[in-house]
Every structure is written in C-alpha cells, then in structure tokens.
C-alpha cells in the first residue's frame, strides 16, 4: 500500500464527488447538507482496488497522480453521458488553446505513424517558424533538444513545444528526397504566438462567394467579418458556408457571426432542466440579405449545426449535402482548485430559433447528397456536393 497515493487519490476523489454532485443538485435546485457518504464510499473502493494492484501488478511504472487522474474519469464516466468527463489539467490547457484560437508554437500539425509510431509531420502552416526553419511536411520527427522524441507521445512532443516561447529549441528531423535517400536535419526554430486559421474563402462563379468554417473559436468571428466583407466588396451575390466536418467549438463565436447575417430575432434557446431558458437574440446591427446554402455531413456537430440550423430556420438558408450529427446539447467546463483538471459535464439542451429539437437527429438535408471524392479534393472543382450548392443557388 503507497499511502501517497491514497492520499492524493482521496484528494481528488472528494474535489470531485463534491463538485460534480454540488453542480447537479444546483441544476435540481436541491441542497443536501453533506456529501461526505458518497466521498467516503468512493475512497473505500479505491483503497481496496489499489491493494490488489500494489500486491498482484506485475509492473512498477503507475504514477500517484495517474492513479488519482483516472479514478476521476471513471467517476465521471458513471454518469453514462459520453459527452461528459474529468479533464486532466493538461488535457483542460489542451481544450483552452483550442477554443482561444492562438497558442504558443512553431506552426505544424504533428501525427503519430499507426504502425510505426514515428512522429510526423503532416502540415506545415505557410509564414511559420517551422517553415522558415526549414521543415517540411512529411518530415519524422526524431529529436527535440538532444532528446530522442522515441519514448514521448505526440502530445507530450506539443507540450514541450508549447510551455516555451521565446526560448530556441534544437529539432532533429529524418526525411527522404525525391530521390527515396534518407537524410537528418536538425534545425533551430523559436515557437510564437500562431492564430489558427479556421476560415478560408473564395469568390467562385456567378459571383458566389465561398466560405469554409472549420470550426468555432474566438478568433474565428474576426476572420468570418474579414471574409464576408471582402467578399461584399467584389460584388458577392450569394454565399455558400462549408461547415462538412466543422465539430463546433465556442458558443459565443457561433451566436457572433449569426449576428453577423441574421436580422433581429431569436437565435438559439438554451434549456436546463429547473431554470428559466436563456434566449439568445441577434442585435440586428448588421444582416446579410442574400441567397444562402450550406454543407453539411455527419461531421457538422454541435455549434456548426446550430448555426446551419438558424440560418435555415431565419434565412430560408438550403442545407445541402448529409445528415449532420446530432449534438445538440449545451456543455460547461467547471475548473477544479489546485491546477487538479476541470470536469466537463452536460448541463441542458439547445433549440434552434423555431424551438426544433435536434440531439440525437440532427438535421435532415434539403437536397441529400453524398459525397463522391476524396477528402482533400473538399471545395474544389472536382467537389459533388459543392457543384451541387452552386447548382441550386444560380
């Protein structure tokens, strides 16, 4: 038995049972005066369970703290709701670069090889440090700082990146020429702040303008602005929004840029069970009044389906493309005290503008149509589902 570890299981375990048991009552509007009996009931069971492995467990490489990390995430996962769970406190910085839309780092996308487990490179964002560095995509890499990169996970890679800007950084790589010789390079590059890019547009014929959204973050509105208005200013006669495989992100960033197109009126209805609904209205300081369509497939989930939805409900918007996914839930993250992660629980349930309910269905096509290409060829001409939205809005 490492008492150490009892400990500081028993910590998080109590944080835990509190908060999450605290947060339901609060959405039931029920006020227990203690939750020390499911606390210590827990604890028991945790005690018992790491008897047996501290006996039997042929290895020795757990950690106090993983031990107490999962006991978190089993606890959570009791609820039966896959969309709610114990995050560790890297996994919650994770969440907030991804939602805050810039993070410090070199500007690579970096995947681990299934059958390999090689770290590489599969994209290198133009202006970055990395390609000023000279890395490439399709690069291995294989040392950072002297250390060899074999033992870390990819998220482990992107920390290290990540907690050190400013700071310069030796990285080694392995890569084959055109020529199939394999070749190391090692580079010094500096990590910076990078604003991800979750909007790219374009004008296409009969002047119709072209935006993907690739998901939802704070700096995404500002970039939505940039593109709408740029393309206003080349004579855009109507629009087409790509939300295929857009998994949502941020709620305020969804409701600003549908402020952005819709008139005065209702925009979403948030509900929770035992609270007065939250409506959310557009200001009507600015409108798009043009012809709509937007794309949609079964990766169109959560905040891309709310604002598919809206548009189709408020703007007579054609969905065209797949069945989206069917998320239609509202979540919040609550921070637990020292640095201990955060739990993520579902806490109700969001309506589009007509009260339709879609978790669980999502929303049905206009004009059902499958895509035909390959992934990469998205929003080009060889694009089905595209010349099909160009189809209908001529």
């Known amino acids: 038995m490492k008492p150490w570890r009892l400990y500081f299981t028993g910590i998080v375990t109590g944080i835990l049972l509190l908060t999450v048991a605290m947060l ?6 029920i006020h227990p005066l203690s939750t020390t009996h499911a606390a210590d009931e827990a604890y028991d069971l945790t005690k018992v369970v790491e008897t047996y492995v501290d006996k039997y467990y042929w290895k020795n490489d757990t950690t106090d703290k993983k031990f107490a990390e999962y006991a978190a995430k089993g606890m959570v996962a009791a609820l039966g709701d896959q969309f709610s769970g114990f995050l560790t406190y890297d996994e919650l910085n994770q969440v907030k670069t991804q939602n805050d839309g810039e993070y410090i780092g070199i500007g690579v996308t970096i995947r681990t090889d299934p059958t390999t487990g090689d770290k590489v490179v599969s994209e290198v964002k133009p202006d970055s440090p990395a390609e000023k560095a000279g890395i490439k995509s399709n690069d291995v890499i294989i040392g950072f700082d002297g250390e060899s990169t074999e033992k870390m996970t990819v ?3 992107i920390q290290k990146i990540r907690e050190s800007g400013g700071q310069k950084h030796r990285i080694r790589v392995s890569r084959i020429d055109s020529l199939g010789k394999k070749s190391e390079v090692e580079v010094s590059v500096i990590p910076e702040s990078i604003v991800n890019e979750s909007i790219s547009y374009s004008m296409l014929k009969d002047k119709t303008g072209y935006i993907h959204i690739e998901n939802f973050d704070r700096e995404t509105p500002k970039q939505f602005n940039e593109a709408v208005d740029d393309l206003e200013k080349q004579g855009m006669r109507a629009v087409i929004f790509d939300l295929r495989d857009n998994p949502g992100g941020v709620l305020t960033a969804v409701l600003s840029m549908l402020d952005r197109l819709l008139p005065e ?3 979403l209805t948030e509900t929770r069970k035992g609270q007065k609904d939250v409506i959310y209205k557009s200001t009507a300081k600015e409108r798009l009044d043009k012809p709509m369509v937007v794309l ?3 990766g169109s989930a ?3 389906e709310a604002f598919a939805g809206a548009l189709h409900e408020r703007a007579g918007a054609n969905l065209v493309g797949e ?3 069917g998320k239609g839930i509202v979540q919040a993250i609550f921070k637990l005290p020292d640095n201990l992660g955060a739990v993520k629980l579902t806490t109700g349930e969001y309506l589009l503008p007509n009260g339709t309910h879609i978790h669980g269905k999502g929303l049905t096509p206009d004009v059902n149509i499958a895509y035909t290409g390959e992934k990469e060829n998205m929003g080009t001409d060889s694009d089905n589902q595209l010349a099909k939205a160009l189809e209908i809005i001529s």
Do not use: E, H, Q, R
């Not at 339901?24 to 509007?29: P, R, S």
């Open 155 to 157: 998220d482990d890679l």
């Open 323 to 325: 069945t989206s996914y």
């Open 24 to 29: 339901v009552c609060d959405m039931l509007n």
């Open 265 to 267: 009126g209702t925009l």
């Open 296 to 298: 949609i497939n079964g």
């Open 302 to 304: 959560s905040g891309s």
